[in-house]
């Protein structure tokens, strides 16, 4: 006998709330795989003007990551793997240059090609400056300007304090050299605090505007250009830091650092509101299963709530919907169901009601 029509449409309404709240149930922050189908290693992620993720692969691949989907971009690297993609590439990726293992692809206008194994690439005024393991490369005027010859380059930044630009290299066995953007070719050395030998893989700007170095010995920071480095202590002063990005403090908590080493990926909040910046407590681990980061945290870039980073795929860390939630959702399904079938014929209501 089925139930009364109010019993019934009560389970299939239930049911429908079930079906439609499934996916909607927050269930915390997690690290979940979100890369490009068939895609081999993942060697380079940036994040576009556009707000798309940009991700190079060890195959010469480029991909871009807009509206929950991956597409091919459609650029020929010659196979060469993509080692250096620019932060601030918009539009069409495949216009703006982009370096690989075999040299730097889409050079400014004007230039000749420059065939050596890129590091990394950064636009420091109106010059691109190209980082390699044998010195750097400045845009000129119709040539290419090499200086630093024999020192190994791994990282550029760029910092603006009291209205002068300054660019940042860090390199590996020799700190960090350091210049003004109006002299690209005269370059300091910037290691005053620094270990001896060490080498230095990211940097990062604070909201005070101070330089955080991450290197194979942990974190150092600086007040400014050219003054000494002092160590910043999350606890990881043995590891090697080989990313770094900041978000910017907010409202109701301070400026949240995000470290990439080759144990995963790492956060830990920053205070600077002493004069100098401190941890306000050791660096936070983010548990994964062990086949989820097999390699080093190479590149964090934000995205939505969280960030993405690539660890040989590329990898979304932040707020998820509830683990299993398409459980609830078929529960619900089968209530709406059950709910239908019980729901009693106009025949049978007229039955229930004369009796």
């Known amino acids: 006998m089925k139930a009364s ?5 009560g389970i299939a309404a239930l049911g429908l709330v079930l079906l439609i709240a499934g996916p909607l149930i927050p269930g915390g922050e997690r690290l979940v795989r979100n890369a490009p189908a068939d895609s081999s290693h993942i060697t380079d992620l940036a994040r576009a003007e556009d707000g798309s993720i940009l991700a190079g692969t060890q195959d010469g691949e480029l991909w871009r ?17 993509v080692t250096a993609l620019s932060a601030d590439l918009a539009g069409d990726a495949s216009k703006g240059p982009i370096g690989t293992g075999g040299g730097l692809f889409n050079a400014p206008s004007g230039l000749p090609e420059l065939r050596v194994r890129v590091r990394d690439e950064i636009l420091a005024g109106q010059r691109l400056l190209v980082g390699t393991g044998d010195g750097l490369y400045v845009q000129g005027d119709g040539q290419w300007l ?13 910092q603006t304090i009291n209205n002068q630009r300054w660019v940042h290299l860090g390199t590996i066995s020799d700190g960090v ?24 893989f990211s940097f990062v700007i ?21 003054q000494p480095w002092q160590r910043l202590k999350v606890g990881l002063e043995k590891s090697r830091m080989l990313s770094l990005y900041l978000e910017s403090a907010k409202s109701k908590r301070a ?17 600077e509101s002493g004069g100098a910046p401190e941890a306000e407590a050791f660096a936070e681990l983010i548990q994964a299963p062990p086949d989820h980061v097999r390699y080093g945290v190479s590149w964090i870039v934000p995205f939505g ?22 459980w609830i959702s078929l529960a619900g399904l089968v209530l709406l169901l059950v709910g239908g079938w019980l729901i009693p014929s106009h025949k049978e209501a007229d039955r ?3 009796a």
């Open 5 to 9: 029509r109010h019993v019934a449409i």
């Open 65 to 81: 990551y807009a509206n929950d989907l991956w597409t091919r971009v459609n650029v020929d690297l010659g196979g060469h793997p």
């Open 146 to 158: 090499r200086t630093l010859e024999g020192i190994s380059v791994y990282r550029l930044e760029t």
């Open 177 to 200: 050299y350091s210049a003004k953007t109006e002299d690209l070719l005269s370059w300091q050395p910037n290691r005053d605090g620094l270990p001896e030998t060490v080498n230095v």
């Open 206 to 226: 604070t909201d005070g505007g101070r330089l955080i170095a991450g290197t194979d010995q942990g974190l150092f920071w600086q007040e400014a250009p050219m």
């Open 255 to 271: 400026e949240r650092l995000w470290i990439g080493s080759d144990d995963g990926l790492w956060r830990v909040d920053i205070d």
């Open 305 to 326: 709530d969280g960030v993405m980073l690539s660890a040989g795929s590329v990898y979304h860390y932040g707020p998820m919907g509830l683990k299993g939630w398409y």
């Open 352 to 354: 229930s009601a004369s």
